[in-house]
């Protein structure tokens, strides 16, 4: 099929929130066949991909993503991103760029840090650090004071970080997940008598 006609773009002239839909075919090795289908937010040109029960926040050219939303059975989760992430295609060899990120439920902020991408070659190596802790808010009176005389819950998501090792010439990531970064800290462990 010609990369043209693999393609349908239509603008949606009277319609309320969105501004355009792409349907776009594809078939290659990696991913296998199917259909892909876009939407376009007219407020913030937002693509949102209908079948995911949320949405990625590109950029209006999209070159870079300046978020994710997730709204599930009325309740909603938001990474932000900032300066957005760029299409790490677009890296050049030595390149890095790095910002800051932060998750929302509801409205309310959980938790944040920093995030990089670095090139070398033709594998990027992408992490999320997380530098801020917990500040729950509007708790119930008794986890309020759990969280006041134990404050490794709001100190816990600190202690990670996530890294990936994406491999653009196989457009794959070789490694990808979250793993501990104060192997020394056992107050958690110790306060809950978990492995």
């Keep these: 099929m010609e990369p043209i006609a693999a393609m349908l773009n239509c603008e949606l ?10 349907i776009q075919a594809f078939d ?13 937010r ?3 040109r937002t693509v949102v991909d209908p079948d995911a029960p949320g949405s990625v926040e590109a950029c209006a050219d999209a070159s870079s993503i300046h978020g994710v939303a997730v709204v599930l059975d009325g309740a909603s989760a938001r990474l932000s991103l900032d300066p957005p992430l760029l299409d790490l295609r677009r890296l050049d060899a030595g390149d890095r760029v790095e910002g800051r990120w932060a998750v929302s439920v509801g409205g309310t902020a959980i938790t944040g840090g920093t995030w990089t991408a670095g090139r070398r070659d033709d594998v990027v190596d992408v992490a999320m650090a997380v530098t801020r802790r917990w500040r729950p808010e509007g708790l119930p009176p008794l986890m309020r ?6 404050p490794v819950f709001r100190t816990w998501p600190t202690t990670y970080r ?24 056992t107050s958690y462990r110790r306060l809950t008598r978990s492995a």
């Design 162 to 185: 996530w890294e990936a090792e994406i491999d653009l010439a196989r457009e794959v990531a070789r490694h990808a997940g979250w793993r501990r970064t104060t192997a020394g800290d």
């Design 145 to 150: 004071v759990v969280t006041a005389v134990a």
């Design 13 to 22: 002239a009277d319609h309320p929130v969105y501004d355009g839909v792409e």
């Design 42 to 44: 007219r407020a913030d």
């Design 28 to 40: 290659d090795e990696v991913h296998g066949s199917g259909l892909l289908c876009f939407l376009s």
